[in-house]
């Protein structure tokens, strides 16, 4: 084969009917619309309101909110584009930005969920700033590696990726040379570490139901399982899809695309109803802010 050094990819985005392509457009537009209102809904809440900023939760929920917003800007705009006339092209430099960012960010979320009970006396504002800032370069560094290991290799024609946005598994088949150190790297530094932290959150909840059970009143219980369940589904729908497909790295399934797209763009839309704007904390910090803007406008 002949090394070709590309200049732009082709990105053939999701498969679709042709007929579905403006309803896809307009529901894929909305997602993105509203992830971005909701998160920047939630931030501005937790900074304006003093009893949420104090607080090292609502700190982290900003961090997340903050996430989101960035992950889903980095990969649903590029989608919204499929179902358009627009060129499917990237240059080589954007494919290279976008597989870094989308690791650096999608690596960098993480969930605090040991010893829930015991949550206000663990947790301080140290602890909280060491959090963020290990998670943060813990995944700059991920996506650092997974971006130089990936665009290290050469690459032949043609230079379509079967894929909506550059991803590992999409581009190495594009490669013109030996790429099992970049699937066992990715096997592992992807596939089994998501594993791995979605066993341990299991295992979190597991010790959350057995203090659940312990509330004497039923109504305090079904409030308890109902944030735990949507939390839990919220957690399978981000890690599951995520390790169904970095455990099978060179799998060509066409439902990769498909189910790359709840991780993607459903996980960053559903987060901000699921942790943050369902607590009553919340709902009452929106309350108090309307009411102050409320007031502020009568006096003028």
Same mark, same amino acid.
């Given at each position: 084969?002949v090394i070709?050094?590309f200049t732009?990819?082709?990105l053939?985005?999701l %498969?679709?009917?042709?007929n579905?392509? $403006?309803?896809l &457009?307009?529901?894929? &537009?909305c997602?993105?619309?509203?992830t971005q209102?909701?998160?920047?809904l939630i ?6 309101? @003093?009893?949420?900023h104090a =607080?090292?939760? !609502? ?5 997340l +909110?903050?996430l989101d917003m960035w992950?889903s %800007?980095?990969?649903? @705009?590029?989608?919204i584009?499929? &179902? $358009?006339p627009?060129?499917?092209?990237i240059?080589?430099? *954007?494919? /290279?930005?976008?597989? !870094?960012f989308f ?5 960098t979320?993480?969930l605090a969920?040991c010893?829930p009970?015991?949550y206000?006396v663990l947790m301080?504002?140290r602890l ?5 800032a290990?998670?943060w /370069?813990?995944g +700059?560094?991920h996506?650092?590696?997974?971006? $130089? ?8 024609g @043609?230079n379509?990726v079967?894929y909506?946005?550059?991803d590992i598994p999409?581009?190495? =088949?594009?490669?013109c040379?030996?790429?099992t150190?970049n699937e ?5 530094d992807? *596939?089994?570490?998501? #594993? ?5 959150i299991?295992l +979190?909840?597991?010790?959350?139901v057995h203090?659940?059970?312990k509330?004497?009143t039923?109504?305090g219980?079904q409030? #308890?399982f %109902?944030?735990? *369940?949507?939390h839990?589904t919220?957690?399978t729908v981000y890690y599951?899809?995520?390790i &169904?497909?970095?455990l099978?790295a *060179? %799998?060509? +399934? ?8 709840f991780? $993607?763009a ?8 699921i !942790?943050?704007?369902r ?5 009452s #910090?929106?309350k108090r802010i309307t009411?102050g =803007? ?6 003028k």
């Open positions: 084969k070709i050094t732009t990819f082709i053939l985005g %498969s679709h009917p042709p579905l392509r $403006t309803l &457009f307009l529901v894929f &537009f997602i993105y619309f509203l209102l909701g998160n920047l931030l501005l809440t937790v900074w304006a309101d @003093p009893k949420l =607080r090292p939760m !609502y700190i982290l929920l900003g961090v +909110s903050f992950l %800007s980095v990969i649903v @705009p590029r989608l584009l499929d &179902f $358009t627009a060129s499917k092209a240059p080589f430099a *954007g494919c /290279v930005a976008q597989l !870094y690791h650096f960010l999608g690596s979320q993480y969920i010893h009970l015991r206000s301080n504002g909280c700033t060491m959090l963020v290990g998670a /370069v813990a +700059s560094i996506g650092s590696i997974q971006a $130089t290991l990936t665009f290290r290799l050469p690459y032949c @043609p379509q079967d909506f946005i550059c999409a581009v190495l =088949r594009l490669a040379a030996d790429t150190v066992l790297v990715t096997f592992v992807i *596939g089994v570490v998501a #594993a791995s932290c979605f066993m341990l299991l +979190s909840y597991a010790n959350i203090a659940i059970l509330i004497r039923a109504d219980r409030q #308890a %109902s944030t735990c *369940g949507s839990l919220m957690v599951v899809p995520c &169904f497909i970095y099978r *060179g %799998s060509k +399934s066409p439902l990769d695309g498909a189910v790359a797209v991780y $993607t459903v996980t960053p839309l559903l987060n901000p109803l !942790y943050t704007l607590k009553q904390e919340v709902k #910090a929106l009411a =803007r409320g007031v502020a406008s009568a006096n």
